[in-house]
Nanobody
């Protein structure tokens, strides 16, 4: 069973940047999809960004142009680079691994707080 651990969250001022990491406990075999979700208190969890094992990416409209999802296969890690952060980005961020005929695997989440 693959384990996912998110890190890199913290407190940042509006306009600042953070890079989140999602480290897998072992290599992940293709095909797969890795997603970043976020959830604010009292709000529904929402999909933020997606990357496939084929390298395709997609983003929510609210973060397009500000966030970039990427991966480092040698480190078994997926990243979410977040630039020009806004207060509306405040949430717990989770990564999720999806693969055919397998249960989805979620990380524990990392808190991102954007505040002056």
């Amino acid at each position: 069973q693959v384990q996912l651990v998110e890190s890199g969250g913290g407190l940042v001022q509006p306009g600042g940047s953070l890079r989140l990491s999602c480290a897998a406990s072992r290599s992940i075999f293709s095909p797969y999809v890795m997603d970043w979700y976020r959830q604010a208190p009292g709000r529904q969890r929402e999909l933020v960004a997606t990357i496939t094992s084929g390298g395709r990416t997609n983003y929510a409209g609210s973060v397009k142009g500000r966030f970039t999802i990427s991966r480092d296969n040698a480190k078994n890690t997926v990243y979410l680079q977040m630039n020009n952060l806004k207060s509306e980005d405040t949430a717990v961020y989770y990564c999720k691994l999806s693969a055919p005929m397998r249960q989805d695997i979620w990380g524990q989440g990392t808190q991102v707080t954007v505040s002056s």
